[in-house]
Antibody, heavy 126, light 111 residues
């Protein structure tokens, strides 16, 4: 089955760029049909969607983070990545990657996230 | 800030039933499908329910989902100690700031 694994620095200095990579195994990003997503969870808080990318490179970002977020895909490595610029302490969170299933039916948009990576804690501190 | 509202906590004894509500609006729950996630302590969220009421393979039928108007409900019957976790609803929001939205989360405690 498909598995996702986040990797990247656990500590980032304020004003710098947070960079994470998600490696997908057990399935190919290039096969299409799914959107590859980043979601974060501030300590003790709820889930916040960051954005997602399709294998073709099409992206969609959370409007509240859009000015600082870049998501890219490397199909040759079966990976997708997150860059969040100008970070502050408010960006300290556990970052998850997840596969997103989404489509449109008569009764509305259907979407869900499955599976998820185990998550990686990123702390923003000097 | 979450646009979907859930009760902070619910509790019940083993074997009992709990329900978790998820309240939204016409731009999200009212016109889109709802999913539910279980987050056990220290772990990543796991898909429990999709398309309002469907269970992925491997999810026991003790878990059920429903939707009515701008609200959705997750039910857990035959409560077990292993069900102690945080539960989140999620859906698509079709407003001007369209995107994925999650609920505020509900902590289930087995007494």
């Amino acid at each position: 089955q498909v598995q996702l694994q986040e990797s990247g620095p656990g500590l980032v200095k304020p004003s710098q760029t947070l960079s994470l990579t998600c490696t997908v195994s057990g399935g190919s990003i290039s096969s299409g049909g799914y959107y590859w997503s980043w979601i974060r969870q501030h300590p003790g808080k709820g889930l916040e969607w960051i954005g997602y990318i399709y294998y073709s490179g099409s992206t969609y970002y959370n409007p509240s983070l859009k000015s600082r977020v870049t998501i890219s895909v490397d199909t040759s490595k079966n990976q997708f990545s997150l860059k969040l610029s100008s970070v502050t302490a408010a960006d300290t969170a556990v970052y998850y990657c997840a596969r997103k299933n989404q489509g449109i039916a008569a009764a509305g948009t259907w979407n869900w996230f499955d599976p998820w990576g185990q998550g990686t804690l990123v702390t923003v501190s000097s | 800030q979450s646009v979907l509202t859930q009760p902070p906590s619910v509790s019940a004894a083993p074997g009992q039933k709990v329900t978790i509500s998820c309240s939204g609006s016409s731009s999200n729950i009212g016109n889109n499908y709802v999913s539910w996630y279980q987050q056990l302590p220290g772990t990543a969220p796991k898909l429990l329910i999709y398309d309002n009421n469907k269970r992925p393979s491997g999810i026991p039928d003790r878990f059920s989902g429903s939707k009515s108007g701008t609200s959705a409900t997750l039910g857990i019957t035959g409560l077990q100690t292993g069900d102690e976790a945080d539960y989140y609803c999620g859906t698509w929001d079709s407003s001007l700031s369209a995107g994925d939205v999650f609920g505020t989360g509900t902590k289930v405690t087995v007494l």
